[in-house]
């Protein structure tokens, strides 16, 4: 199509006839109207195929909206950035090395989750098939082709499942991460440390395994009634849409009642980059 249609428009700067510049400009309809329809094909193919993965499908409406790209600097060492995260870690732990300790309220008794189901090989191909190829540069191959080579990958990759849950530990070699400093706002000094956050991008092996023991103890914790009713994230059939219509929802009763209500909102992604895991995972 693009070929014929260069070669109409040589025909056409070497004539320069009426007859040449009609054929050339009704070819040069054709291959846009070509070109658009593909278009308009891949992109309502891929938000179809995405029509039941609401991150694939908010990932794919900002490729399509062209989201602006991460602005960064190259005036910041590596080095000044592992420093200052590292500092504010341990200025964390300083400020709160007396605080009083968190009063954790027992549950009521329930089994405790001592035994995993096995991991079968059915399990780990349909994880390889609908988890998102992401990649990490210390991911050994890219994750596409490990994809591709699922049938001979798939053995290897459940072995190292079944070992973490039977031994009860994360792989060593899976814990290690690139981690990259992101912007927090666009509109932020990109000179200054403080306005960046720390992301860690892992690989892709170690997000399977984490997803495995995942679907154990939330089937654990749905057994057992052991999530609150008021949490959306990291549930099935729930996300921010449903906790916004709750919180919503509460707001317009309350105010129906002729109530008066208080919302107070926790800006949490302003920690996450400098949380401290190890308390963390105690509780």
Not at 24 to 45: A, G, I, M, N, P
Not at 115 to 130: G, Y
Not at 219 to 248: C, G, K, P
């Amino acid at each position: 199509m693009k070929r014929e249609t260069k070669k109409l428009e040589r025909q056409y700067r070497r004539l320069r006839t009426q007859a040449a510049e009609t054929a050339w400009r009704d070819q040069f309809r054709r291959q846009r109207r070509l070109y658009k329809d593909k278009f308009t094909s891949y992109w309502c193919e891929t938000v179809d195929k995405y029509r039941n993965d609401a991150r694939g499908l908010w990932r794919t409406v900002r490729q399509l909206l062209n989201a602006s790209q991460q602005s960064s600097t190259t005036k910041l060492s590596a080095n000044e950035f592992a420093d200052f995260f590292r500092d504010k870690i341990a200025m964390i732990r300083q400020s709160t090395a007396t605080a009083t300790p968190p009063v954790i309220v027992p549950r009521r008794s329930v089994p405790a989750l001592q035994v995993f189901d096995p991991v079968t090989d059915s399990e780990i191909q349909s994880l390889l098939a609908t988890s998102p190829a992401t990649y990490c540069p210390v991911d050994p191959i890219p994750t596409w082709l490990l994809k591709e080579l699922a049938p001979y990958m798939v053995p290897v990759i459940r072995h190292i499942c079944s070992l973490s849950l039977q031994t009860g530990s994360f792989p060593t070699a899976l814990k290690q991460a690139l981690v990259q400093p992101r912007v927090k706002n666009p509109s932020l000094d990109l000179e200054q440390l403080k306005s960046y956050r720390a992301i860690s991008k892992l690989p892709y092996v170690s997000k399977v395994v984490e997803r495995v023991v995942a679907k154990r103890f939330i089937s654990h914790a749905n057994t057992f009634d052991l999530l609150s009713t008021h949490q959306s994230a990291y549930r099935q059939h729930h996300s921010v849409e449903t906790a916004i219509l709750s919180v919503h929802n509460n707001l317009v009763r309350t105010v129906d009642d002729g109530k008066v209500t208080i919302l107070l909102l926790l800006n949490l992604p302003l920690i996450n980059g400098v949380s401290d895991n190890s308390p963390l995972l105690i509780f």
